[in-house]
Structures are given as structure tokens and as C-alpha cells.
């Protein structure tokens, strides 16, 4: 409807939900001039009733107003994210990226049973917050904290979504014992018990002599008098990582999955090309990305297409601003709307198709991306804009990477005419995966199998220290 819209309206469009007046971006060009080149106006969030208020008690990156406590925790977070950080433990996204792949070979009894890697992503993401900001892991997708955690991410991206509830814009329905806002309740006090829970057991061991690895969950241990942290701050940041920092990677990996057996001709040139760079006796690295210009691009343009949230959390206007005759007063919501962005005919002809030659000749990272002078330029709005972009980015790229890559290394992946990929419906309300599907998983080659339990066995999982600021 807002892409409709936006046809029918123009790029800067307003409307009210409930209580509440939005204005809807579609253009690179005004989300740059609003969210980047006048940040200092547009950088805040609203304070939403249920998703800062009810889940996040106040506290959380995404959704916290512009203030000193956001300032303090994105501090705090930025000590893990940054990308001399991601470095130190690009041997953690590694080791997960190598198990997963494996999993799947066994799963798969090596390409003669279809399997869902659903899961499997969805570990492989949790795996690596996990190992960040509580220095632990789960062995297996039986693993219960698995199908919790994936469960919490879940719940609330279908509870915040920018569009997905009217609590938020309504005063009278807040008022109200719906319920959503029961659902918001629950949730907070989940997330405090979860992830607050393992704060307290990462405490425990500290007290109790043991070694525990360097991680977020103890740099918040170590630093809570001095930042003046309580409780609820460290249990809601750690949420904020978990909930962040799997839901956007596993569905990336997921929709590569379900988009590869439609696009053998994509597979078969992805694999020409990492025969020739990377050979069949090792497994790609990230150090091999820059040579590896069609692989690449197929994941730039699986972010385009599949980008899994079509709006961007929603800024604030801080001040009354007026941009080119139009005036946007203090309080409205500012929505990327992403998917008309990614899909914009005049930059991406026949934008339905997944066409990687798009991105063939662009080698940044979307790091990289956003900080081109030209918006037209730039790859995908995935991670947002401004100062109030994802922190994570650089995990995610990183992350995705080695998955997708290794995957197209190790595996032919094809659908079975009995078990069709839909590729049109989605899953969720707000981060949008696809609908279960399986796969036929076939090694492309005898050495698959060797290498990879050669690299699994090898890879440290482990982060050996503090990261620096």
C-alpha cells in the first residue's frame, strides 16, 4: 500500500495512524537529506508505548529517544561492533559459519534428503550473539535456548513492527488491558528473565573464580558502577544484541537458500568463480571477498530484493523543520520506506527479477555504501540511515559472507517438484523470512566433506580478549 501510494503521492508523502502523524521516505535522495544531512533534526525515535515503554522499560539502541542513556549504551555497544572489534572475533562468525554448513551436509545425509535450513541459520546467527555477549554457544538445534531465543526475536518484530499495532497510536487503547499490551508485558519480563538470567550466571562465575571469555555481558559486569547500570539496562542491552543481531542475518541466509535452487545459472557462475579464486581444497575466507566480485553481488542483490524490513525503524523529528515548501512539525514519524526504494523501476529495471549483475562492478561493503556522497549510489538501505544506522552492520556483512559463500562452495542446491519454494509469501510481521521450505543439499565435490571437518576442527571459538575502543 505505501509503495501504491508513493506512486500515487510522490516521495514525501504524510499520513496519521491513530494519534500520530508519519511522513513516508521513498527517495534515497530525501532520506539523505533528512536523516544524514540534517541528522541533528531527524536522529531521535519515538518513545512507543509498547515497543520502548512496555518491552524495553526505556532502555534499548533501536528504540530509545536521542538522549544520554542512548548515547551510553550505544557507547557501550559500539566497544563490540565496532570494526576493529569485529575483526578480533571474525574467528567466532567463522567457526559458526563452517558448523553450519556441516550441520547441513549431515542433515542432509550429504544430498539424498531434502532438508529445512531454517533452523540452522537461525542457530548460526544466534550462535554468534550468543558467543558476544555471553562468551557461551548451543551444540545443537535441539538445544532448547535455540527455539526460545528465535521465539523471542520473532515476537517482537510481530509486536513492534512500525505498522503492526495501533497501541502505539492510540492514548485511549493504551489505557486499555488489550492484548497486545499483554503480550508486551510478557515479553519484557521474558527477555529480563532470559537474557537477564544469563547476565546473573555470567556473575556467578565471575564471583566463583572461573574464567569466563571476554564478552558484553561481562563489560557490563565490569563497568556497571562507573556507567551506572542496573539490572534492567544490561538485561535489555543484551536483549537488544540477540533480538538485532539474529533475526536480520538468519533471514538473509535464508532467502539465499530458497532463492538458489530457482537460479542455477547464478549457482553454476558463483562456483566457476570461487573454483578459480578459492579452489576446492579450502574454504573461502573473508580475505577472499575483494576477488570474488559475482558472489558478491548476489548477496548485495538478495539485500535489495529481500531486504527483511520493508520500512526502516522510524525516526522522530526533534524540531519543527520545513524541507523544500513542506513542513514536517516536531513529533512526526519518519518512515524509510525501504521496499520502494529497492524496487524503484528507474534504478533497477524489471526490479522483481534477482539479477546479481546488478551489483557486478560495485565492491563495498554496505558499510562502505552508506557513506557515499551520491544516495543514488548507494547499495541497500537494510541497515538505515544517520547517525541511528545499525551498529551491527559490520558483523552482519561479515557474517553473511562467510555463510553464503561456503554454502555456494559446498553445496549444488536444488528444490524437489514435490516440495515447490514459495518465494512470493513471507513469514512474520516485521522481519520477514520466507515460509518454511526444503532443499536437496548436494556436495559439489568429494573434497566437501574433508575440508570441512578439517576447518571445524581448526577454526577457535572462542574470543580471547577485550575489545578495544
Known amino acids: 500500500m505505501l509503495d501504491k501510494w508513493s506512486r500515487k503521492f510522490g516521495n514525501l508523502y504524510s499520513l496519521w495512524l491513530g494519534n500520530q502523524l508519519f511522513v513516508i521516505i521513498s527517495s534515497p535522495d530525501i532520506a539523505k537529506d533528512l536523516m544524514i544531512t540534517n541528522g541533528a ?21 533501536t528504540a530509545t529517544p536521542y538522549n544520554d542513556r542512548w548515547r551510553k549504551h550505544r557507547r557501550i555497544a559500539s566497544r563490540w561492533l565496532h570494526p576493529k572489534a569485529v575483526d578480533d572475533y571474525t574467528p567466532v562468525l567463522d567457526r559458526e559459519a563452517t558448523d553450519m554448513v556441516r550441520l547441513l551436509l549431515v542433515q542432509g545425509q550429504r544430498g539424498a534428503a531434502l532438508v529445512n535450513p531454517q533452523p540452522y541459520a537461525g542457530r548460526c546467527s544466534l550462535n554468534n550473539m550468543l558467543t558476544i555477549v555471553f562468551g557461551t554457544r548451543t551444540t545443537s538445534v535441539s538445544d532448547p535456548l535455540v527455539g526460545k531465543a528465535l521465539r523471542l526475536s520473532r515476537e517482537f518484530m510481530n509486536c513492534t513492527g512500525p505498522v503492526s499495532n495501533m497501541v502505539d497510536f492510540s492514548s485511549l487503547l493504551q489505557k486499555l488491558p488489550t492484548r497486545l499490551h499483554k503480550r508486551g508485558q510478557k515479553l519484557h519480563q521474558n527477555l529480563v528473565d532470559t537474557y537477564g538470567g544469563m547476565i546473573f550466571d555470567v556473575n556467578r562465575q565471575i564471583n566463583f573464580g572461573r574464567d569466563v ?45 530458497a532463492l538458489a535452487p530457482s537460479h542455477p545459472d547464478v ?17 573461502p575466507t573473508v580475505d577472499d571477498e575483494a576477488n570474488l566480485p559475482y558472489c558478491h553481488a548476489i548477496i548485495k542483490e538478495i539485500e535489495r530484493c529481500h531486504n527483511p524490513f520493508w520500512l526502516g525503524t522510524p525516526h522522530v523529528a526533534s524540531e519543527d523543520f520545513t524541507y523544500n515548501g513542506n513542513f514536517i512539525p516536531q513529533g512526526t514519524v519518519c518512515v524509510l520506506n525501504t521496499w520502494t526504494m529497492h524496487h524503484d523501476p528507474k534504478r533497477y529495471p524489471d526490479p522483481m527479477a534477482f539479477e546479481p549483475n546488478r551489483f557486478l ?4 561493503t554496505s558499510a562502505q555504501s552508506s557513506n557515499l556522497a551520491d544516495p543514488m549510489q548507494r547499495d541497500n538501505w537494510m541497515f538505515g540511515a544517520g547517525r541511528r544506522i545499525c551498529p551491527g552492520m559490520w558483523v552482519a556483512e561479515r557474517e553473511i559472507w562467510l555463510t553464503v559463500s561456503r554454502m555456494l562452495w559446498a553445496f549444488d542446491m536444488e528444490a524437489s517438484p514435490d516440495h515447490p519454494i514459495d518465494l512470493k509469501e513471507y513469514d512474520g510481521l516485521s522481519g520477514r523470512s520466507p515460509v518454511p521450505f526444503k532443499v536437496y543439499l548436494k556436495p559439489r565435490h568429494g573434497n566437501v566433506e574433508k575440508v570441512l571437518m578439517q576447518s571445524e576442527s581448526n577454526v577457535d571459538s572462542s574470543i580471547r580478549k577485550e575489545p578495544e575502543l
Do not use: Y
Not at 534492567?232 to 537458500?257: K, N, R
Open 361 to 364: 562492478h560495485d565492491g563495498l
Open 267 to 283: 549457482q553454476k557462475r558463483a562456483q566457476e568463480e570461487l573454483d578459480s579464486v578459492v579452489g576446492r581444497d579450502r574454504l
Open 41 to 61: 533534526v531527524f536522529s531521535s525515535r519515538k518513545e512507543m508505548f509498547l515497543k520502548s515503554q512496555t518491552i524495553f522499560a526505556g532502555r534499548g539502541i
Open 213 to 257: 571469555p571476554a564478552c558484553l555481558a561481562k563489560t557490563m559486569l565490569s563497568i556497571r558502577d562507573e556507567e551506572n547500570l542496573d539490572d534492567v539496562d544490561m538485561a535489555i542491552l543484551a536483549s537488544a544484541f540477540m533480538i538485532g543481531g539474529v533475526e536480520t542475518t538468519a533471514s538473509i541466509m535464508q532467502w539465499f537458500l
